[in-house]
């Protein structure tokens, strides 16, 4: 025995790291991400530790400035991106009835070079100093006179080989979703998540080589001294602007409407209705998709464009809200009637709406161009963003682990210490990020390492830390609940939750071939049909 | 809130205040239906038993509605966005009286027709339109005055405008916006809002030239500001001129606040700064030139007579 079980150990690995299986690429893609959102949440709250009151000298400025361009790098790049690229990868070929993707080969070698990615840009603090100019990376700053140090260029070559990964996985899942639909599953009966992957794939295709492209400008300057963002020798910095938010408000999309689509699938489940108005749904994704290629410059509002770019951005932008909003409602609908089940999954559905829609509201205030003026670059904005990307995608992504968990493992999580994880986490994110609205209005920049003590900042500041704190401690009952439930938890069977669409009609966890056998389709709801014959006429 | 934009002390601000909370009734309305249905729904259609509720698909005239409304609530706030931009940005049609400069992490204050220079400290008289040129000399800044003014970036290679209009005399707060390297945080200004007779005295007596000091502590001062490599990048007119890197010292002991807002003006700030710049500014620009105690003694004189 003892000679036997290194070697069943090492050969378990070696299937790990070989495996082209969807679902355990979807896994790995999983796993990644939730250890990189634990470092950059771990930098979240060395920021809050920096900031908790003012004159705090926890961290030296310079070590601040690349601890938050790290975490935005990470949650942007390692943690949103991927977690919504693996929930795909792992749940796409099962929810069509197909035993995999496409290209499964392409679909590993994505996963491979994300984590490259990943592990080149912490590799950064080992060669003596992250990167320090921001997510964003402004030129000049980011240029080799004012970032001198090698960082900068991890960052490069880091979201290159991450972009490239990504680019990589959309042609793959979109392939995959043309394809390998299973017989009678046309595109007016996909679930909702797929039609939301679907799209979110072209986005990326038209998004990330705009950063890609811009990266190599940015490596090229540095490296060969060219000039095609400082204004010496031709070059603009706000060029680099246009490049990157023309790749980064598209990105905001890629970032959320999976989550719409993770929302889709468990309101209707746990109200035990359809979707209401599903060509309503799918639609005001895609009208989302194609404004969402046309609203970049309302990043750059205090940049000085003129009057008539700022007001035709502006307009675009508010555009935007009209689809946002008839997802909004479309969701309320579906509960409205319904016979509400009160599981985890549902209630993170459920704080993701009201959540999602203070958001989605600030982010109209940014559309109202002159309020823009006032608010960009303040803490405002911080509220905004973690609104939209926390309180809306990552609740999403919440709403769905606990959702797809079983499926996954075969057991479920628990839902006790899966209602304190929802209750911590709703609470400590409303503390941390509802102050921050008023500190920016108040006049507090953002990106800053102090601020001196002008009224009503350090109590702000301070109610914002404790929830920080608050916010890891519901991640720690999140992680021990993950533990604890892959080994003790309840076994799930195959449709715990009385769901509807084809990843339910399998094992949990599914063969390596998904299926023995697909059901027939004949609608949207397959597994309902199978036992309303006769009635749910969706 | 001393410097919060709930306060205004312009007309800009005034505007811009305006829009916001015609904004923020149109948000909070929908913020409110939103919530109520949410919490509605919440006690109305809680599982009550095991029967499966009507599977209603959709309603095509509730759809239309929630497109419509929306379309309607922004078009309203696109059109006062318009009104409320053409009013904060009046047009350009003369040079700017002011023209400041985003330096790492300083600001350059130039008043061109009166030929005076300062730092981070800009002086307005009340009641009159001022129009800023906001210019920088290395990354991109961003110049903020939340009471009075938008923000405007500064962009180098490029000048952009902002009108500046204070009601009321005071002390407005202001911060680089935009994220430009170590000292971000430590890059504050303020505007001091003046009547005319004040302002016209202190503009006066920025444009004057230094007055050498007569001896004592503050001419060996001088002497060390020669000596040290101070005078590579800092400018003193009438004294030692030359282009320039650093603030601009002509009438430093006259300002309220050393190295951008980060300490007050006193003999014995001004000598901490003098000695361990990084201690007070971590990686900001101005070396530690290891003073010994009587040439800070020395300096710090020399500076305190620069009135």
């Known amino acids: 025995m003892e000679s036997g079980y290194p070697a069943q150990s090492l050969s378990a690995w070696v299937a790990w790291i070989s495996t082209v299986d969807h679902k355990r690429i979807g896994i790995l893609y999983l796993i990644t991400t939730l250890v990189f959102f634990c470092i950059g949440g771990v930098e979240a709250l060395l920021m809050r530790i920096q900031l908790a009151w003012p004159g705090n000298t926890f961290l030296s400025p310079e070590m601040y400035n690349q601890i938050f361009t790290m975490h935005g790098t990470t949650m942007v790049f390692l943690v949103v991106v991927p977690l919504l690229l693996g929930l795909a990868n792992y749940l796409t070929p099962l929810m069509i009835g197909a035993s995999d993707m496409a290209l499964p080969r392409l679909n590993a070698f994505s996963f491979w070079v994300f984590l490259f990615g990943g592990v080149l840009l912490y590799f950064s603090f080992v060669s003596g100093h992250a990167p320090s100019a921001g997510w964003f990376s402004y030129a000049p700053l980011s240029e080799k006179g004012y970032s001198t140090r090698y960082g900068l260029d991890y960052w490069a070559l880091a979201l290159l080989g991450i972009g490239v990964g990504t680019i990589a996985t959309a042609i793959n899942l979109i392939v995959t979703i043309i394809n390998l639909r299973t017989d009678g599953l046309t595109i007016r009966r996909l679930p909702l998540f797929v039609w939301m992957v679907f799209v979110n794939s072209f986005l990326i295709i038209f998004a990330l080589p705009a950063l890609n492209a811009s990266l190599v400008m940015l490596l090229i300057d540095r490296q060969l001294n060219a000039h095609f963002f400082t204004q010496l020798g031709g070059g603009s910095p706000i060029l680099w602007q246009h490049y990157f938010w023309s790749f980064g408000h598209p990105e905001v999309y890629i970032m959320v409407l999976p989550a719409f689509g993770i929302i889709s699938e468990v309101i209707p489940v746990f109200s035990r209705k359809p979707i209401f108005g599903y060509g309503f749904v799918a639609a005001s994704t895609v009208a989302i998709a194609l404004l969402s290629v046309g609203v970049w410059a309302h990043h750059m509002f205090a940049v000085g464009l003129g009057h008539a770019w700022e007001y035709a951005f502006g307009a675009s932008s508010l555009l935007i809200a009209v689809p946002t909003g008839v997802k909004i409602f479309n969701w309320i609908a579906t509960m409205w009637g319904g016979s509400i089940r009160f599981s985890t999954s549902m209630l993170f559905a459920i704080a993701f709406l009201f959540t999602f829609t203070i958001g989605g509201l600030s982010g109209v205030t940014f559309a109202t161009v002159p309020i823009d003026w006032q608010v960009t670059d303040t803490y405002y904005v911080v509220a905004h963003m973690h609104y939209v990307l926390f309180g809306g995608t990552l609740f999403g992504v919440m709403a769905g682990l606990y959702y797809w968990f079983p499926k996954m493992s075969g057991r479920m999580l628990s839902e006790r210490w899966g209602m304190v994880h929802f209750w911590l986490m709703f609470i400590g994110f409303h503390l941390t990020f509802l102050v921050q609205h008023v500190l920016g209005l108040s006049g507090m920049p953002r990106r800053v390492y102090t601020y001196p003590n002008e009224p009503g900042w350090a109590i702000m500041n301070l109610i914002s830390t404790v929830g920080a704190f608050v916010i890891g401690i519901s991640v720690v009952v999140l992680l021990g609940n993950i533990l604890v439930s892959l080994r003790e938890g309840e076994r799930a069977g195959d449709n715990p939750w009385d769901a509807w669409t084809l990843e339910w009609a399998t094992t949990s966890p599914p063969p390596e071939h998904n299926f023995d056998a697909v059901p027939p389709v004949h609608g949207r709801r397959p597994l309902w049909d199978l036992v309303h014959p006769n009635g749910g006429q969706a | ?307």
């Not at chain 2, 007055?211 to 490599?229: C, V």
């Open chain 2, 1 to 307: 809130m001393q410097i919060s934009v709930f306060n205004p002390a312009s007309p800009q601000a005034g505007h811009l205040l305006w829009l916001w909370n015609a904004c923020m009734w149109v948000c909070g309305f929908i913020l409110t239906v939103v919530t109520l249905a949410i919490v509605y729904i919440l006690v109305r259609y809680r599982r009550r038993d095991d029967h499966e509720p009507s599977q209603t698909t959709g309603n095509t005239k509730l759809e239309i509605t929630w497109t419509v409304v929306p379309i309607i609530l922004i078009t309203f706030l696109f059109v006062v966005s318009i009104v409320t931009a053409r009013a904060v940005d009046q047009p350009i049609h003369r040079p700017p009286d002011i023209v400041v400069r985003g330096h790492q992490w300083w600001w350059e204050v130039q008043y061109p027709s009166a030929k005076a220079i300062t730092a981070n400290e800009i002086h307005i008289p009340v009641g009159q339109e001022m129009l800023i040129g906001i210019e920088a000399a290395d990354v991109i800044h961003d110049f903020w005055v939340p009471r009075l003014a938008r923000k405007v970036d500064a962009i180098p290679g490029q000048r952009n405008f902002v009108w500046i209009h204070a009601d009321r005399p005071g002390n407005y707060s202001g911060a680089c916006a935009e994220y430009c390297g170590a000292q971000h945080a430590w890059m504050r200004f303020r505007v001091l809002a003046e009547d005319r007779a004040s302002y016209e005295a202190w503009l006066a007596a920025q444009a004057a030239p230094a007055i050498e000091p007569a001896g004592g502590d503050a001419k060996s001062g001088e002497k060390l500001f020669r000596q040290f490599t101070c005078a590579n990048c800092h400018n003193i007119r009438g004294i030692h001129s030359q282009e320039q890197y650093g603030p601009d010292l002509t009438h430093i002991a006259s300002r309220k606040m050393l190295a951008a807002e980060r300490l007050e003006n006193t003999p014995e700030n001004l000598k901490d700064w003098l000695h361990e710049p990084n201690l007070v500014k971590p990686n900001c620009y101005m070396p530690n030139l290891n003073l010994a105690e009587s040439d800070l003694t020395q300096l710090t004189a020399f500076m305190e007579s620069l009135k």
